[in-house]
């Protein structure tokens, strides 16, 4: 077992889970609320985190009925779900879309405006002033990072559009990162989600905001990666499993940098047809790489560097992205997940509004991601 304290406390290694219980009884949680998926909420770990919690005498109670792409009405529910059963944390375990949720009820709790009244991208930020809740999150995929991050991307639940929550409060206080939870994640979820941290290294490389601590850690992130995407997916074991976690989180501190292009043609894939937001990057992070090669030929020389490739330049790596998705058993076109052609005009709309794209490297236009998703598609 390790322990990393950047940014937060993070137990990382097999079997790291196994703390918890001892550690809510160390800081005298009583009842705190299980945030978690409706999927994970039925798995064998779950039941065994819950019962050795309550073997230390705590009374834990579990929340998971979220959507995939989490909605306002989640975190509202999850709230009611807290102050009924008199809650004094919040454990969020699970991929990107339970962490969400997880940390928005922790800000919602002692913060009881509307939600959005909160959202980042309108300075909301600064309201964000009460204390919260204690906080931990154990993730069980190896994608988003969310485990270390700061913020909550939750959608408006009639227009679909992603609002950003934000606060330093909103760090977890610990995190138990243990490789062994992920290690029945199917293939397919491995793929989508290992290619969703691989997107957020990259973005963040290329970001355009000035971060140099950053940056040397989205290119390690690249490198792990690189050498433990294809076992984690095709023959998984503790060690690349291990690496593929470590790399997600890397991502996440990451991109506090900034993310790009590829970020805001994911976000309305998953809010308006519900598509799995590491598949919807998957399948953008090509096409989205070879819009800003132009801009920043330099930065991608140093990526090809990082892959090993044999040509150090932008064609190689999107080369490489276009053939890293093949093998993983990703497909490379937007029709194969389920977009039509009557949803680019949309799609476009939703792009163009998203918060991601104004520190991509070139700046996109409305035109710019209705010509992206046509090539995709």
Same mark, same amino acid.
């Given at each position: 077992m390790v322990q990393f304290n950047f940014p937060t406390i993070i137990r990382f290694g097999a079997g790291a889970v196994n703390e918890l219980a001892d550690y809510l009884k160390s800081k005298d949680i009583k009842h705190p609320l299980l945030v978690t998926d409706p =999927?994970?909420?039925?798995? !064998?770990?779950?039941?065994?985190?819950? +019962?050795? %919690? #309550? #073997?230390? &005498? =705590?009374?834990?109670? %579990?929340?998971? !009925?979220?959507?995939?792409?989490?909605?306002?009405? $989640? *975190?509202?529910?999850? +709230?009611?779900?807290? $102050?009924?059963?008199?809650? $004094?944390?919040? =454990?969020?375990?699970?991929g990107g879309a339970a962490i969400d949720v997880a940390r928005a009820i922790v800000l919602s709790i002692n913060h009881r405006e509307d939600l959005f009244k909160y959202d980042d991208l309108?300075?909301?930020? *600064?309201? %964000?002033?009460?204390? *919260?809740? /204690?906080?931990?999150?154990? /993730?069980?995929?190896?994608?988003? &990072?969310?485990?270390?991050? +700061?913020?909550?991307? =939750?959608? !408006? !639940?009639?227009t679909h559009q992603k609002r950003i929550l934000f606060s330093p409060k909103l760090l977890a206080n610990i995190v138990f990162a243990d490789p062994l939870l992920t290690m029945d994640l199917p293939a397919a979820v491995t793929a989508a989600t290992g290619m969703d941290a691989l997107t957020h290294n990259m973005e963040a490389f290329l970001a355009k905001m000035s971060h140099p601590i950053c940056e040397g850690i989205a290119l390690e992130g690249i490198l792990k990666i690189k050498n433990a995407i294809e076992n984690a997916v095709h023959k998984p074991d503790v060690s690349s499993r291990s690496d593929m976690l470590i790399a997600s989180m890397m991502g996440a501190i990451a991109f506090q940098k900034g993310l790009g292009v590829v970020h805001s043609l994911a976000h309305p894939l998953s809010s308006l047809l519900d598509t799995h937001h590491g598949l919807a990057n998957a399948v953008n992070l090509p096409y989205g790489m070879e819009f800003n090669v132009p801009a920043c030929e330099e930065k991608f020389r140093r990526i090809a560097r990082t892959l090993e490739l044999k040509e150090e330049n932008g064609a190689a790596v999107v080369q490489w992205l276009k053939e890293l998705n093949e093998k993983l058993g990703i497909p490379g076109k937007l029709s194969d997940i389920g977009v039509k052609e009557e949803h680019i005009d949309t799609l476009a709309d939703l792009a163009f509004a998203d918060f991601a794209h104004p520190n991509n490297p070139i700046p996109v236009s409305r035109d710019d991601f209705k010509h992206l998703y046509t090539k995709a598609f």
């Open positions: =999927i994970i909420a039925t798995l !064998d770990f779950t039941h065994t985190l819950i +019962r050795d %919690v #309550q #073997q230390k &005498g =705590i009374s834990i109670a %579990v929340f998971h !009925d979220i959507h995939k792409n989490p909605v306002k009405s $989640d *975190v509202l529910k999850g +709230r009611d779900a807290f $102050d009924s059963n008199k809650c $004094d944390a919040i =454990i969020g375990l699970g309108i300075g909301g930020d *600064v309201f %964000v002033t009460n204390e *919260v809740p /204690p906080f931990i999150t154990i /993730p069980t995929t190896a994608g988003t &990072g969310s485990e270390v991050g +700061r913020s909550a991307i =939750i959608a !408006d !639940d009639e």
